[in-house]
């Protein structure tokens, strides 16, 4: 795609990049076939191509960002399905990212919008915020037909309750073999995840651990930043990101770090991103990379650091038919498909294929908040596509998904390593009890 970036705007790091990026489209469109948007919504804007155009016009004008471009924008689930099809390697989500920093930084939103958005900047990215608006919100939920839709849609998505910890709550969690560990991990607990399932990362620290592994959740570290910089509020994602990225770097130097994991596709996304983020900040540049090259999804790090110990069922152990759901953080962000996969078989159950696999459910971090109608429709899809295979449970990778597709289906669905720790010596999940 020609561009005409001046030699002025070109100095900007960000416009550069852009710039490159833009060059490689040749605005064929394949990447709209595979677009969840443009296949609900019909209209060119609401698809990737479209989207490139808008985001090449308003940088390269110096414009700012109108009504119009905004609604088309904030109607990009950033699930990075297009990045997955285009033939030219059209890096989409870098150039999306700078997209919703010129947003925020020159289209003021109407007074609800900003309400709303500032108001999940603040709740999500905070466990104890997160706790603390949950319970107001049971009180509210009785009376919650006086609010706005919106604050309707948000009260109702909050948890009933908040699930009890079972592991209490340390820096270094030691592997099986104390004194020989054969590897030091930092674990990423996240923000919302340690709130709503705990069980999640107590099942991959027992996992780790019991595979001798060293796990450490260092202080000060929630959340990963996603959520504000997917909002296009980039100095406030960029503290956490600092923040993030010394507390690790400085742990990697201290005590040695052989790897970051990551459980929340979401955030290992991100995570992953650092060294580009920071690729022009003299002091922070090689310290991100760094923080970017040891981080693993959990899935990746078993696969190709641990041999995993499944315990042999005896032959009246069922044999379950697993759905399971390829996150989009997962599968087109970080590319990483088959290794989930080929881990759930190694427990000897059935993995079975969701049909438009490809596909987001909606969840997609603030979107099913901020996008209600859209993440209802791509839900619905969904679970019709989960229910057609009539699986026994589903699994993922991302507490985003999990909690989206549970408010579609009574199929339980769990994280994937909670099923890679029951059969490897853990406790049966309790949402499979009843299996
Ligand atoms: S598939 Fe790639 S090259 Fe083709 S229009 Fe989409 S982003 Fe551009
Ligand atoms: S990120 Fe997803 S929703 Fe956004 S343009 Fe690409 S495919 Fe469409």
Redesign the pocket.
Known sequence: METHFSKEQLKNKDNKSSEKILR????????NATCPTYQLLGDELDG??GR?YLIKDMLENNKPANEKIVKHIDRCLSCYS?MT????G?N?MHLIDHGRNHIEKTYKRPFGDRFIRNFLSIVLSEPINFRIVGILAQFVKPFRFIFPKKVREMINLMPGKFPKKTLANMNVYLAKNKKKPVARVALLTGCVQKVISPQINEATIRLLNRHNIEVVVPKGINCCGSLNHHLGKSDLANKTFRKNISIWYNEYLKNGLDAIISNTSGCGTTLKDYGFIFRSDENLKKKAKKVSELTKDISEYLDENVKLNFIKKNENEKEYKIAYHSACSMQHGQKVHEVPIKLIKKTGNKVLDIPDGHLCCGSAGTYNLLQNNIAKKLLENKISNIEKIKPQFITTGNIGCITQIAKGTKIPILHTAEIIDWYTGGPKPKILRKL
Do not use: N, Q
Request: net charge positive; charged share 10%; with cysteine.
């Open positions: 490689k489209c040749v605005h064929c469109g394949f990447c990737p191509r490139i297009c099809t285009c033939p030219s059209v989409y």
